[in-house]
């Protein structure tokens, strides 16, 4: 099959998955007086039994901004909630890089389930290897999955710099998000992906772009994901980096964040989506621990959902 994911076949004959339906409608959204781009968190202060209210920057984050887009409430960031453990440190990032951008990535509240794009749920608060749900739609279809997600938030920082010639590798073709604006619709033929020609209008907004990369997710897959990126030497592991597995089935974990020691100890952050598409998690190792040890002596990184990934695995979009 073509779509991508974390168990559907990188078979370039399979046929695509038929088009999704429209994303749900506009979500009401709360009246507040501050920034558009500010989301309001209401909570209370133990010590004083005070209301505060806190808020969390989404400006730099699009899918907040699009009325057709159902996502969660963010109340924090990643690099609010997660500190590094005892002896270690962020390592410094661009601004404006995509690492830097996941290190902000705003999260839904602790305690939030983990449910499919159907709305069922998959994880109940509380699981030893999800530290936390990020606050980003799954999507209304069984799409958006492991590499799918991956994917999903790189356009979403390309859209959020400004980049608009993004274009996807699929697992039969390419998928230039300027074919998608002027209107034409990726089709496939055989083995192959196609483009029929559309009638030219404007379908430059981010709803469109969302439809656009829901179109990606069908044809992408692991081993397209893993033949655009390029491979990265452990020594340089940043935030923003993937470790991936094409095949089927086939995984792919994402680091959000590196943290190191003066004596160049690291320890990373890890993210994915899973199948069925469902909320991108925030991984632990366990209950007691929520940043992965990276250890050059061992064959790779054991991950809670799958097997070990080996370093040569690394890869950077």
């Known amino acids: 099959m073509l779509a991508s994911g974390c168990s559907r076949s ?4 399979d046929p695509p998955r038929p088009y999704p339906p429209p994303l749900t409608a506009p979500r009401p959204r709360p009246a507040v007086s501050a920034s558009p781009s500010a989301h309001v968190e209401t909570a209370v202060d133990a010590s004083t039994d005070a209301t505060t209210v ?18 969660l409430e963010p109340v924090d960031c990643l690099e609010d909630r997660f500190q590094p453990p005892s002896g270690y440190s962020r390592v410094s990032v661009s601004p404006g890089t995509f690492g830097a951008w996941l290190r902000r990535l705003p999260l839904a509240a602790p305690g939030t ?15 030893p290897n999800i530290a936390a749900v990020v606050a980003l739609d799954p999507g209304t279809a069984d799409l958006q999955q492991c590499a799918d997600a991956v994917i999903r938030l790189h356009a979403e920082w390309q859209w959020s710099q400004g980049k608009r ?9 390419t998928m230039p998000y300027e074919r998608w604006v ?9 083995a192959a992906l196609t483009w029929e020609p559309g009638k030219p209008r404007p379908r430059d907004d981010h709803a469109s772009f969302r439809r656009y990369l829901d179109a990606v997710f069908m044809f992408a897959n692991t081993g397209s994901l893993a033949q655009q990126a390029r491979p990265v030497e452990l020594a340089d592991l940043s935030p923003g980096d993937f470790l991936i597995m094409p095949g089927s089935p086939g995984h792919t974990v994402l680091i959000l964040d590196v943290a190191a020691t003066a004596e160049g100890r690291k320890t990373v952050l890890l993210g994915q989506s ?9 991984l632990r190792p366990s209950k007691s621990q929520t940043w992965f040890t990276i250890d050059p002596e061992e064959p790779g990184l054991k991950t809670p959902f799958w097997r070990r990934f080996p370093w040569s695995l690394l890869r950077r979009l």
């Open 113 to 127: 389930l983990v449910k499919s794009y159907a709305g069922g749920v998959l994880y109940e608060p509380g699981h």
């Open 182 to 190: 002027k209107g034409d619709k990726p089709v496939a033929k055989g």
């Open 274 to 282: 899973y199948m069925p598409a469902q909320n991108f998690q925030v």
């Open 10 to 13: 990188t078979d370039p004959t």
């Open 54 to 71: 806190r808020a969390v920057d989404t400006s730099a984050y699009p899918w907040f901004a699009d009325g057709s887009i159902t996502a």
């Open 165 to 173: 010639d993004m274009t996807w590798r699929a697992a039969a073709g």
